[in-house]
Nanobody, 115 residues
Framework: VQLVESGGGLVQPGGSLRLSCVAS????????LNWYRQPPGKERELLAS????????GYAGSIRGRSTISTDNTKNTVYLQMNSLKSEDTAVYYC?????????WGQGTQVTVSS
């Protein structure tokens, strides 16, 4: 089982980026896919979730209205598009897949928002 994130990096305030997470080793479409982040010195927080059944999505208040989670089941990939980035969005971003008691994590990708 593997979740591999990409798309992080340095971006200026007000900018955008799209994080990707490619999954392998499990039935991607059966799982709820989530994005988390962990800012420096803070706890990990849930940002966004998507259920492949029905495409239901949910967002944390900190990113709602400026971010979109989506999946491409043909590529076993979950995305997080983030716009209007702020310095407080600086964090390590993690991909997560959950099905009942089964849970998998990616290694994380660093996002730094700075001028």
């Amino acid at each position: 089982v593997q979740l591999v994130e990409s798309g992080g990096g340095l971006v200026q305030p007000g900018g955008s980026l799209r994080l990707s997470c490619v999954a392998s080793g499990f039935t991607f479409s059966d799982y709820v896919l989530n994005w988390y982040r962990q800012p420096p010195g803070k706890e990990r927080e849930l940002l966004a979730s998507i259920s492949n059944y029905g495409g239901h999505t949910g967002y944390a208040g900190s990113i709602r209205g400026r971010s979109t989670i989506s999946t491409d089941n043909t590529k076993n990939t979950v995305y997080l598009q983030m716009n209007s980035l702020k310095s407080e969005d600086t964090a390590v971003y993690y991909c997560n897949a959950r099905l009942g008691s089964l849970e998998y994590w990616g290694q994380g990708t660093q996002v730094t928002v700075s001028s």
